[in-house]
């Protein structure tokens, strides 16, 4: 198994993206110097595992499928993509802006037991599942030690 190096600071950010309103930033938007800026995002992701694979389900709504890149590289899956902005008409006039656009990158290690050569992805209602299949492991049966 490939150990993955800690990144204290990108943790703490998006613990405090998670743990912050949704309205802190609203007021910031409003400014003019700052309206323009891109802030980064980070989709939220679910680790799960059954008996045949674990599964990555990574939240990307309104990112189309083209817009998704999922790599793997020495032990490492990364999704990376970009949620674009939307083209707005000059007669609407927006009274409050949530959601982010721009590009994203999350990374995960590989178990010891996957089969990387069988991953593979699907995009389905704005949820990207990444299927790793386990390697089927042989192990011995017990055997009994006698005690004298």
Known sequence: MKLAQWEPYRDMEQLLARMTPANFWSAS???????????????????????????????LPAVRKEDVQVTLEDGTITIRGERRQRQTEKSEKFHRVESYSGEFTRMFSLPADAEAAAVHAESSDGVLTVHIPKRAVNRPAPVQIKVE
């Open 29 to 59: 938007r409003a400014l003019p110097e700052v309206a323009n800026a891109r802030f980064q995002w980070t989709p939220a992701a679910d680790i799960s595992e059954t008996e045949k694979e674990y599964l990555i389900r990574a939240e």
